[in-house]
T-cell receptor, first 112, second 113 residues
Framework: GENVEQHPSTLSVQEGDSAVIKCTYS??????FPWYKQELGKGPQLIID?????GEKKDQRIAVTLNKTAKHFSLHITETQPEDSAVYFC???????????FGTGTRLKVLA | SQTIHQWPATLVQPVGSPLSLECTVE??????LYWYRQAAGRGLQLLFY??????ISSEVPQNLSASRPQDRQFILSSKKLLLSDSGFYLC????????????FGSGTRLTVV
C-alpha cells in the first residue's frame, strides 16, 4: 500500500525567510496530493493541492511542486510570517481509494 | 456551501464509561465520511470511513466503533473507554468519488481519566 514520508519533523525559520517541507510517496499510481495546515487545537485545513498531471501550483506565498519520476512533492512558503507557524501535513491519494495516506507532519515555527 | 459540525469540542470521561461523538455535514449529499484520531504531537490515524449509509470500513481494530444512521451523520462510539483512547478526534468529509479533497471538522479533545 501507499506510504508517505515527510521531512523535516520540525522547522524553524526567521520571519521573511522561505520554508520548504518535503514528502515522498511509494505508490506511483497516486494522483492527488493535498497539503494541510493545522493550528493548535483546530482541525487541519487544506491550503493547497496538486494533481499528478501538473508539475507545480502556486497560490500567493505558497507553492507545491511534484516530481512524479522521483515520487516526491514539496511545499514552499515564501516570505514567512508568524501566522504561518503551525503543523503542516502532506498526503497522497492512491487511485480508486476513498482515503488519504498522511505524512507524519512538520511543526513550522516562524521566529519574529 | 458545505459545512461540517462536530461536537462536543472537549470531553473528559472516566475509564470504563461510554462514548458518543457526533459529526454532521450540511450542504451536500452522499458524502464520504471519515473519523481520524490524533495523539498529542502525532500524525493523523484513520479509524473509520464510510461511503454510504450503513457502510463502515474499519482501519484499525480497537475499542471503538462507528455508525452512519443517516446520509450526513457519522457517529463514533465506545462501550467502555480506555486511557489509551485519549486524543484529538477529527471528523472529515469528501465529495463522492475517490481522490477528492477532505474537509475536516474542528475536532473533539477527549481525555480519559
Amino acid at each position: 500500500g501507499e506510504n508517505v514520508e515527510q521531512h523535516p519533523s520540525t522547522l524553524s525559520v526567521q520571519e521573511g525567510d522561505s520554508a520548504v517541507i518535503k514528502c515522498t510517496y511509494s505508490d506511483s499510481a497516486s494522483n492527488y496530493f493535498p497539503w494541510y495546515k493545522q493550528e493548535l487545537g483546530k482541525g487541519p485545513q487544506l491550503i493547497i493541492d496538486i494533481r499528478s498531471n501538473v508539475g507545480e501550483k502556486k497560490d500567493q506565498r505558497i507553492a507545491v511542486t511534484l516530481n512524479k519520476t522521483a515520487k516526491h512533492f514539496s511545499l514552499h512558503i515564501t516570505e514567512t510570517q508568524p501566522e504561518d507557524s503551525a503543523v503542516y501535513f502532506c498526503a497522497a491519494s492512491p487511485p480508486g481509494t476513498y482515503k488519504y495516506i498522511f505524512g507524519t507532519g512538520t511543526r513550522l515555527k516562524v521566529l519574529a | 456551501s458545505q459545512t461540517i459540525h462536530q461536537w462536543p469540542a472537549t470531553l473528559v470521561q472516566p475509564v470504563g464509561s461510554p462514548l458518543s461523538l457526533e459529526c454532521t455535514v450540511e450542504g451536500t449529499s452522499n458524502p464520504n465520511l471519515y473519523w481520524y484520531r490524533q495523539a498529542a504531537g502525532r500524525g493523523l490515524q484513520l479509524l473509520f470511513y464510510s461511503v454510504g449509509i450503513g457502510q463502515i470500513s474499519s482501519e484499525v481494530p480497537q475499542n471503538l466503533s462507528a455508525s452512519r444512521p443517516q446520509d450526513r451523520q457519522f457517529i463514533l462510539s465506545s462501550k467502555k473507554l480506555l486511557l489509551s483512547d485519549s486524543g484529538f478526534y477529527l471528523c472529515a468529509w469528501s465529495p463522492v468519488g475517490p481522490g477528492d479533497g477532505y474537509t475536516f471538522g474542528s475536532g473533539t479533545r477527549l481525555t480519559v481519566v
